[in-house]
């Protein structure tokens, strides 16, 4: 797998798969390209399909100081530039989601089209700006102790948490999640959970989009994406079952059909 100078990092990335339109793939917070394997797998026989990992995250590079979520957009750009992957469909989950929201209202002509998944346009309300600050100050201090139960639950749905037969699944992913590094993660934090909103904007998006959220999402909610998607002319919104905020990963089979009709609609003639 590669790496590549993009924006202002060294960005690693996945490229798998063959076909004549690219997937792009932009993952979450605390997680890395991996949360998409299921997608990845099942597009890959039709799509070109690269999946990054963001600074300070995977095996991409760690910043040497702070930045704010304008340098991930930049990177994300970056990447697009360099890998030759324009227009591409562009799924982006959380974070991944935030840049696409930019990308379709600032740089539309490198998308054909946009999934936005567990993530909302407008900014961190207060009061989970403040929840959010205490939790970096903890994994700061304390490590991932104090806040690694309360993290998995902002990830996970109920229904996943509790599912005996995905025990394994979730020790996979407390493994992963706690082999970050902390001060990486405290920047990267601190980048998007301090974002601006791009809410008023989004009635100038003209790529076509589907929004998606899980049923079970505490951490961005229903209402907040239902609420991007209706700000967006012509976009698709979608409530995934019995699934959190990973619903690439609780529930693959339903997002892998969301995904394969959508982009299926959005292929160039």
Same mark, same amino acid.
Request: aromatic share 8%; charged share 25%; proline share 5%.
């Given at each position: 797998m590669p790496d590549i100078e993009a924006g202002g990092a060294r960005l690693h990335y996945a490229d798998s798969g063959s076909g /004549?339109?690219? $997937? $792009?793939?932009?993952?979450?917070?605390? @997680?890395?390209? *991996?949360? %998409?394997?299921?997608?990845?797998?099942? @597009?890959g026989g039709r799509y070109r399909v690269l999946a990054y990992d963001h600074r300070d995250h995977g095996a991409s590079a760690r910043s =040497? !100081?702070?930045? &704010? $979520?304008?340098?991930?957009?930049?990177?994300?750009? !970056? %990447?697009l530039e360099a890998t030759g992957a324009v227009p591409c469909h562009w799924v982006g989950l959380s974070t !991944?989601?935030?840049?696409g929201l930019r990308l379709a209202i600032r740089r539309p002509e490198l998308l054909q089209s946009l999934v936005v998944m567990s993530a909302a346009a407008n900014p961190e309300p207060r009061h *989970?700006? @403040?929840?959010?600050?205490?939790m970096l100050t903890a994994l700061r201090w304390a490590g991932f102790g104090p806040v690694l139960g309360g993290g998995m639950k902002a990830l996970f749905g109920r229904s996943w948490l509790r599912d005996p037969e995905r025990a394994?699944?979730?020790?996979?992913?407390?493994?992963?999640?706690?082999?970050?590094?902390? =001060?990486?993660?405290?920047r990267f934090g601190r980048a998007i959970f301090g974002r601006e909103g791009v809410e008023p904007l989004l009635a100038g998006v003209r790529v076509p989009t589907l929004v998606m959220v899980g049923e079970e999402d505490g951490t961005v909610g229903v209402e907040r994406a239902? *609420?991007?998607?209706? =700000?967006?002319? &012509? /976009?698709? %919104?979608?409530?995934?079952?019995?699934? !959190?905020? #990973? #619903?690439?990963?609780?529930?693959?089979?339903?997002?892998? *059909? @969301?995904?394969?009709? %959508?982009?299926? &609609?959005?292929?160039?003639?």
């Open positions: /004549a339109e690219t $997937v $792009v793939m932009s993952h979450s917070y605390l @997680l890395d390209h *991996r949360h %998409f394997a299921p997608q990845v797998e099942a @597009l =040497a !100081g702070p930045y &704010g $979520v304008e340098d991930l957009y930049a990177d994300a750009v !970056g %990447f !991944g989601g935030f840049l *989970r700006r @403040l929840k959010y600050s205490l394994e699944e979730r020790e996979t992913w407390r493994r992963r999640i706690t082999a970050n590094d902390r =001060a990486a993660l405290v239902r *609420r991007t998607a209706a =700000a967006i002319p &012509g /976009a698709r %919104f979608e409530v995934v079952p019995r699934a !959190g905020h #990973l #619903l690439t990963l609780e529930q693959p089979q339903a997002v892998n *059909r @969301l995904l394969d009709a %959508f982009l299926a &609609g959005a292929r160039a003639p």
